[in-house]
């Protein structure tokens, strides 16, 4: 299961709770939310509701979490790709992801220095099927098909805890 709250001493009471009932933590990853160099000029309410989102949207109970980077390699090394090139590539991924817009919710967090990946990708969706499509619609972006490294994806539907437990 995935759990989120606004701070880490909750997660980590979640975890050492889980543990003491006898459950085995069998991955974790560490982010938090963040608002993207690339977002520079989006109203403040836009940014506003990137660091604080409001999980879970209501109607998309349907989940993805995925961890990514970008390629540091020397035919692919998006770090060393001017800015310009990179915002360029990020406007069309964000154009991809618009078309979406309504069926899918993201939460992107950033885990440069807390975890193994750069950042956390989170997808909200009334069903998997629509979390497959604009997955397999964003991989042809050039952001993602020429720099993006993904680990493990997890994906599951949302419920409260006391429903789980």
């Given at each position: 299961?995935?759990?989120?709250?606004?701070?880490?001493?909750?997660?980590?009471?979640?975890?050492?709770?889980?543990?003491?009932?006898?459950?085995?933590?069998?991955?974790?990853?560490?982010s938090i939310t963040e608002v993207s160099e690339y977002a520079k000029g989006m109203p403040e309410h836009m940014l506003q509701a990137r660091l604080h989102p409001q999980i879970p949207p209501e109607g998309l109970n349907a989940f993805c979490f995925y961890p990514m980077s970008k390629k540091r390699e020397a035919h692919a090394n998006w770090f060393a790709t001017p800015y310009d090139e990179r915002n360029e590539m990020m406007m069309e991924h964000g154009k991809s992801g618009r078309t979406f817009a309504g069926?899918?919710?993201?939460?992107?967090?950033?885990?440069?220095?807390?975890?193994?990946?750069?950042?956390?990708?989170?997808?909200?969706?009334?069903?998997?099927?629509?979390?497959?499509?604009?997955?397999?619609?964003?991989?042809?972006?050039?952001?993602?098909?020429?720099?993006?490294?993904?680990?493990?994806?997890?994906?599951?539907y949302l419920d409260f805890i006391e429903n789980v437990l």
């Open positions: 299961f995935m759990a989120l709250a606004p701070d880490w001493r909750t997660l980590r009471t979640l975890q050492t709770s889980l543990q003491h009932a006898g459950i085995d933590i069998v991955d974790s990853y560490v069926r899918v919710a993201q939460l992107v967090t950033g885990s440069t220095g807390l975890d193994d990946y750069e950042w956390g990708v989170t997808l909200f969706a009334a069903s998997p099927d629509v979390i497959k499509d604009v997955v397999y619609t964003m991989r042809f972006d050039q952001g993602s098909a020429l720099y993006g490294e993904f680990g493990a994806f997890y994906v599951g």
